[in-house]
T-cell receptor
């Protein structure tokens, strides 16, 4: 079965600094990969997704992620963080033929200091 | 466009009571899911449905039942609530691997 690891539980960055959130997955073939963001008390919002093709994926709110097959990683990046980016971020993996079920990582909470 | 709507948003139950959480989507999605979210554990799949009249177990199905009598609705039932079921419950719908649309969640406390 597939699995997702987000090794960083909590990250703090200064506003304007760059950001990279790590995500590693375990699956034998090429998975579908997603990043979601959750603001306090809210549901999860899709930031970006990778199915195939270009390994650098652009998403909403200025985020991007790069799929690296050799490292089984799908790290999320943003060149300049805004205070409004403070939230919890979840990486998820899905595989074909499984009714689109997603397996989520445990999340990374991002704090932004002014 | 409402997307995915969950009701209620908050509920407090006593141990042993029953309740039903309702999820409704207006996007004509085939797939629907119920997840629970607990601190430090991410989201775990409870049950899911690939179409009207069909349901299947996810990762943590014990103590829950579901029904999907209509394509747009997916109900999650707790027959006899336990404190271990205190959690935030999220419903989601999907159009075949194109990413989920989530509801805003139901915060359930069992005392």
């Amino acid at each position: 079965a597939q699995s997702v690891t987000q090794p960083d539980i909590h990250i703090t960055v200064s506003e304007g600094a760059s950001l990279e959130l790590r995500c590693n997955y375990s699956y034998g073939a090429t998975p579908y990969l997603f990043w979601y963001v959750q603001s306090p008390g809210q549901g999860l919002q899709l930031l970006l997704k990778y199915f195939s093709g270009d390994t650098l994926v652009q998403g909403i709110k200025g985020f991007e992620a790069e799929f690296k097959r050799s490292q089984s990683s799908f790290n999320l990046r943003k060149p300049s963080v805004h205070w409004s980016d403070a939230a919890e971020y979840f990486c998820a993996v899905g595989v074909t033929g499984t009714a689109s079920k997603l397996t989520f990582g445990t999340g990374t909470r991002l704090q932004v200091t002014l | 466009n409402a997307g995915v709507t969950q009701t209620p948003k908050f509920r407090v139950l006593k141990t042993g009571q029953s309740m039903t959480l309702l999820c409704a989507q207006d996007m004509n999605h085939e797939y629907m899911y119920w997840y629970r979210q607990d601190p430090g554990m991410g989201l775990r799949l409870i049950h899911y449905s690939v179409g009207e009249g069909t349901t299947a177990k996810g990762e943590v199905p014990d103590g829950y039942n579901v029904s999907r009598l209509k394509k747009q609705n997916f109900l999650l039932g707790l027959e006899s609530a336990a404190p271990s079921q205190t959690s935030v419950y999220f419903c989601a719908s999907s159009d075949r691997s194109r990413g989920y649309t989530f509801g805003s969640g139901t915060r359930l406390t069992v005392v």
